[in-house]
C-alpha cells in the first residue's frame, strides 16, 4: 500500500500565502516525479505543477506561473507548493500525485493518467 499525505491546506484572504506539503508512505516505490492538481466542486481535476525526481524539471499551468513554486526533498519522499498571492479563484481541494514509472529524458508528466498514487487532498479556501 503506498499513501500520499497531503497537509498545509486552511482558510486564507486574497493575497496571503500559504506552504502545502505531501509526503509519501507505506510501501516503497521508486519516484520519477510527483505533482500537484486541484478541484473545486462540481468541476475536473485541474494540473497545477509537476517536477521530476532526478533532475528537478518543473512545468507550471499558467494560471500559478509567478505565483507558486513547487520543490522536493528527495530523502523524504515529500513534495511542496508553494503558493503566494493567494486568489479566490484559487479556492479547491489540492491534490499530490507521485509517478513510479520511467520518464523519457526531460519530459514532465502534466497530465492525471500519467501518475500512479493520488493523496486524499487538502482543503485551500481563498477569501475576497
Known amino acids: 500500500q503506498v499513501q500520499l499525505v497531503e497537509s498545509g491546506g486552511g482558510l486564507v484572504q486574497a493575497g496571503g500565502s500559504l506552504r502545502l506539503s505531501c509526503a509519501a508512505s507505506?510501501?516503497?516505490?521508486?519516484?520519477?516525479?510527483m505533482g500537484w492538481f486541484r478541484q473545486a466542486p462540481g468541476k475536473e481535476r485541474e494540473f497545477v505543477v509537476s517536477?521530476?525526481?532526478?533532475?528537478?524539471?518543473?512545468y507550471y499551468a499558467d494560471s500559478v506561473k509567478g505565483r507558486f513554486t513547487i520543490s522536493r526533498d528527495n530523502a523524504k519522499n515529500t513534495v511542496f507548493l508553494q503558493m503566494n498571492s493567494l486568489k479566490p479563484e484559487d479556492t479547491a481541494v489540492y491534490y499530490c500525485?507521485?509517478?513510479?514509472?520511467?520518464?523519457?529524458?526531460?519530459?514532465?508528466?502534466?497530465?492525471?493518467?500519467?501518475?500512479?498514487?493520488w493523496g486524499q487532498g487538502t482543503q485551500v479556501t481563498v477569501s475576497s
Open positions: 500525485a507521485a509517478r513510479a514509472r520511467p520518464l523519457y529524458s526531460g519530459y514532465v508528466p502534466v497530465k492525471s493518467y500519467e501518475f500512479d498514487y
Open positions: 517536477i521530476t525526481w532526478s533532475g528537478g524539471r518543473t
Open positions: 507505506g510501501r516503497t516505490f521508486r519516484t520519477y516525479a
